[in-house]
């Protein structure tokens, strides 16, 4: 055993210091995000790295990779091939690799409305060194994601969700949420200092919404700009702007970020923690194995799928994105390389059954497919 290899085990065998994770951050937030444990793999190795500010990497294009014009819109599913003909346009399908150059695989953590693809490298097996840093993204162009602003070794282990809109992208940084403006454009900025590491953010149009203490509602329309707080008296659980969708006990609650208005929308029937999601028009959430959705023009709610993947196994957290038509949503290991999920078609009714992670923002799916990830624009 060389020096390094017993430095490595004393560090992963030595009690977890205060700069990691909130305990809690596991057991509130990550069943949103995908392969959640996964993300923090060997987070013991960083104990001793600072957080430190880094200067701002330049955006880079990345270069277009678009499908050949005869690949199908087949995807891997858990046995055999999901044809999403009916759901996306061919023409618009394109690639996007996973394989960064010199750093661990691309891992899609958001897609907003634009097409715009956030993600950072996986955590790999030998801990968050320099292989996992960055904040990366993609877009409708396809091709290697390009890198948006480096990140400090060490800070991969906080990285378990992002948020892209109109106001420009959102991530975790410790216990703080740290930002980038339109585009991504512009310094690395402190949106919160002391957001806490627990509560939900969100990013759609011209606002950026975070949950503070549970019980309040922080909005800013510009990264560095000033907030403004709503006590809401309840728990931040999805966003679609102007509306902020929060839970107060079995109550589901809509809040308008632009002045506050706040109204009530209907009682929770399911037991079990559920996940949400929601667009313009629809609330969509999955619990008890079922997802329902509300029509928030009607106010009328129904269970659109009965049988959701996984849903009685905890080894997967379940994750829900809604699209401007479809919803998807995700089952996805938190320990393995593993995920199943449904895309479901609102307005025609039809779903689709995938062996891997899939995305709904606007008009766009993202899905994983093999070892890369796919993008296309969904049928109008």
């Avoid at 953010?201 to 919404?209: E, I, K, L, S």
């Avoid at 899939?358 to 296309?376: K, S, T």
Wanted: glycine share 12%; charged share 25%; hydrophobic share 40%.
């Amino acid at each position: 055993m060389d020096e390094f290899e017993r430095k490595l085990g004393e560090l992963l065998t030595s009690p977890f210091k205060d700069e990691h994770p909130p305990v809690s951050l596991q057991s509130r937030i990550l069943r949103n995000a995908a392969a959640a444990r996964r993300r923090r793999v060997a987070a013991g190795t960083v104990v001793a790295a600072a957080v430190a500010g880094l200067t701002p990497v330049a955006v880079m294009q990345a270069v277009p990779e678009r499908s050949p014009a005869d690949d199908p819109a087949t995807v891997r599913a858990t046995s055999g091939q999901t044809d999403l003909s009916a759901v996306v346009e061919r023409g618009t399908i394109v690639r996007i690799p996973r394989n960064l150059p010199g750093k661990s695989p691309f891992e899609a953590m958001a897609l907003a409305r634009d097409g715009t693809v956030l993600g950072a490298p996986q955590a790999g097996g030998d801990g968050n060194d320099g292989r996992s840093t960055g904040i990366w993204r993609a877009g409708p162009a396809g091709g290697l994601p390009a890198l948006v602003t480096e990140t400090a070794p060490g800070s991969r282990a906080y990285l378990w969700t992002m948020a892209a809109g109109e106001a420009g992208y959102l991530w975790p940084d410790g216990e703080r949420l740290s930002c980038r403006g339109r585009s991504g454009e512009g310094p690395t900025r402190t949106l919160d200092a002391a957001w806490g590491g627990r509560d939900r953010f969100f990013a759609d149009g011209p606002a950026f919404v975070w949950g503070r203490d549970a019980d309040s509602l922080m909005v800013a329309t510009a990264c560095g700009g000033g907030a403004r707080t709503y006590a809401v008296g309840g728990t931040l659980e999805t966003f679609s702007y102007p509306h902020a969708i929060v839970r107060v006990g079995a109550g589901l609650r809509q809040v308008d970020v632009r002045d506050g208005a706040v109204r009530d929308l209907l009682r929770l029937r399911e037991s079990a923690d559920p996940v949400f999601a929601a667009n313009s028009r629809l609330i969509a959430w999955a619990g008890g194995g079922a997802l329902s959705v509300l029509d928030r023009d009607t106010g009328g709610s129904r269970k659109i799928l009965r049988t959701l993947p996984h849903a009685a196994d905890p080894a997967y957290a379940g994750r829900i994105t809604a699209g401007d038509r479809i919803v998807a949503y995700t089952a996805a290991h938190q320990d393995e390389d593993a995920a199943e999920s449904v895309v479901f078609d609102v307005r025609t009714g039809r779903e689709a059954r995938l062996g891997g992670e899939a995305w709904a923002a606007g008009d766009w799916l993202l899905w994983r497919d093999g070892a890369d990830y796919r993008l296309a624009r969904v049928r109008s």
